[in-house]
């Protein structure tokens, strides 16, 4: 029914926002995904809309700044027990890159870090979802793993948790130190992502 929407944004708040179409405000229910690419209210904006209805809450819109996450809300939603809101919260808790790659290397750990996602919900959602992120083809992970072994990155990753940095931060430098560097080990990238934290920590 509505595919997307252009227009001034008038509010904007950390779930909702309202754009102003030629005078009619639309309530749009976003995540934080979405949120944090908003430019300062009373600039355009153009986002994308995926039209809800049901008996209980009526007419609802969902609001998207890109087709990646409107693509995954959409299959979010089409899981059991997997409503709207709970589709926000996963698109909220984790970047549209780590949530596939999550998916993908079956990361039960990482996606129970979303708030409202256990480790049964986990499951199921990398069971739903692992043949159909793979047609999000236009998504940027940040850094091309082809013809790298992701046991490798995923054993760095669990290295670096271990000696107490944050999963964000671990995951940005690997990306970037994969762009650079032809690593062949998992200790290579550890150390290289090491020397990499401490440079940043000390800037």
């Known amino acids: 029914m509505y595919s997307y929407l252009k227009g001034v944004l008038s509010e904007k708040e950390l779930t909702a926002i309202v754009v102003d179409c030629n005078g009619v405000g639309y309530e749009l229910f976003i995540p934080l995904s ?38 995954l809300f959409r299959q979010l939603i089409n899981i059991s027990k997997v409503g709207p809101k709970l589709a926000l919260s996963v698109l909220s808790g984790l970047s549209i890159a780590d949530l596939i790659r999550a ?63 944050k999963r964000y931060d671990i995951r940005k430098i690997i990306s970037k130190l994969m762009q650079e560097n032809d690593f062949s080990t998992s200790e290579e990238i550890t150390k290289a992502a090491i020397q990499a934290l401490y440079k940043k920590r000390n800037i």
């Open 103 to 165: 998916v993908q290397t079956g990361d039960v750990n990482l996606i129970t870090t979303i708030h409202g996602i256990g480790k049964k919900s986990a499951e199921r959602l990398i069971i739903e979802l692992k043949d159909k992120v793979g047609d999000i083809t236009s998504i940027s992970l940040g850094v091309d793993y082809s013809g790298v072994d992701t046991e490798l990155i995923q054993d760095a990753e669990t290295a670096l948790l271990t000696l107490g940095y």
């Open 34 to 71: 979405t949120y944090d690419k908003l430019p300062e209210t009373g600039k355009e904006v153009k986002i994308l809309i995926h039209y809800s209805f049901n008996e209980s809450d009526g007419v609802r819109l969902f609001g998207f700044y890109s087709t990646e996450e409107k693509l």
